[in-house]
């Protein structure tokens, strides 16, 4: 009965583990759509609303998606101080949202990136700037479907057949 049992939880346990592996090959297409998104509402207020950036984040924040939002809400929020710079204020924002975000480090480079060059030209250059984000995030966006067609089943059988064979390795 107890090894019955113990064989039941190694193969949750593995199983688990795999479909959470999955889970954020599943998740991170989404998450660059809707960062993606968000620099379109970034990129909007700043062309046509012509307000300053910590109120235009603040804008983006309360229209974005609850994945990104917080980003945006954060670096308006530390942009109203007024030692911070615009990269910084994005630095904080993405350093909130890494722990719960499928986002991969590369994905952040490009909001680093454009944290490091809005704020210091005209509007021309910055919209150039948000056009250069949005086409890198939607080349990684294509890179991330084909990993998760790659990848998704393979970590889910994985996971449940590496369960498997610790159980058959057990008895």
Known sequence: MIRA???AMVLAATSGIGWRIAGSYRRRPAHLRALAQSVR????????????LP???????????RTVAELYRLAGEALA?????????????????????????????VMRELG??????DSVHQSQQLDVALARLNSLE?????LQQKNERMWQYLGV????????LLY
């Not at 030692?83 to 991969?104: E, K, N, Q, Y």
């Not at 490091?116 to 030209?121: F, I, K, R």
């Not at 294509?142 to 084909?146: K, L, P, Q, V």
């Open 142 to 146: 294509a890179m991330a479907r084909e």
């Open 81 to 109: 101080n007024v030692d911070v710079t615009v990269a910084d204020a994005f630095r904080i924002g993405i350093d909130a949202c890494t722990p719960r975000s499928a986002l991969r480090s590369e994905d952040f480079d």
């Open 161 to 168: 057949l590496s369960g498997l064979l610790i159980v058959i």
């Open 55 to 65: 109120e235009a984040l603040r804008h983006v924040a309360m229209r974005a998606d």
């Open 41 to 52: 509402l970034l990129q909007a207020e700043v062309e046509y609303s012509v307000m300053p």
């Open 5 to 7: 049992l113990g064989a």
């Open 116 to 121: 490091a060059t809005l704020g210091t030209s």
